[in-house]
């Protein structure tokens, strides 16, 4: 039950994500609101990548990060597109989860880590970086899009 509600919730994240990605055609992804942080387009290849590390670590045991540079995805479309592509695989990965695995440990870390929390860090770690991609908008003049939260 537990690992389901998760599964629903990483869902639904991805959903209400996407389309603040798809905003980053209302900017240059080279844009920084201050100087010495990470460019806007490279947050969220970061937020992008780090979703599929976690969930392809978890199915196929590949703790590998992929490569997420301004200079390989250079346009907000091609970042767009990759999102989607990602988003995809990670609502693919996530059903090949069975529920028994949800409290088997994986010790690939500084400390041995059960596949729920895994799972629970990854929507933590995704919707900080939401959160700061909202918070660039916002700073460089864009509204970002609304998402549906329950009050």
């Known amino acids: 039950m537990l690992l389901g509600f998760l599964k ?11 389309p603040l990605i798809e905003q980053l055609t ?3 992804i080279m844009s920084k609101p201050t100087s010495g942080v990470r460019e806007i387009g490279e947050v969220v290849l970061h937020l992008i990548r ?10 196929k045991d590949q703790w590998e990060s992929l ?3 301004l ?13 989607k592509e990602v988003f995809d695989k990670v609502k693919v990965y996530m059903n090949i989860i ?11 870390f500084n400390r041995p880590a059960t596949v ?11 919707i900080h970086h939401r959160g700061q991609i909202t918070v660039y908008y916002r700073l460089l003049g864009i509204t970002p899009s609304n998402i549906a939260y329950i009050i």
């Open 8 to 18: 629903e919730s990483i869902e639904r994240h991805l959903d209400e994500t996407l």
């Open 26 to 28: 209302e900017v240059d």
């Open 50 to 59: 780090s979703l599929e590390y976690y969930v392809q670590g978890i199915v």
């Open 67 to 69: 490569p997420y540079t």
């Open 71 to 83: 200079e390989r995805y250079d346009s907000a479309e091609a970042i767009i597109n990759l999102a």
């Open 98 to 108: 069975p529920s028994m695995d949800f409290s088997r440990i994986i010790d690939s």
């Open 116 to 126: 729920g929390e895994i799972l629970l860090e990854m929507i933590e770690h995704s």
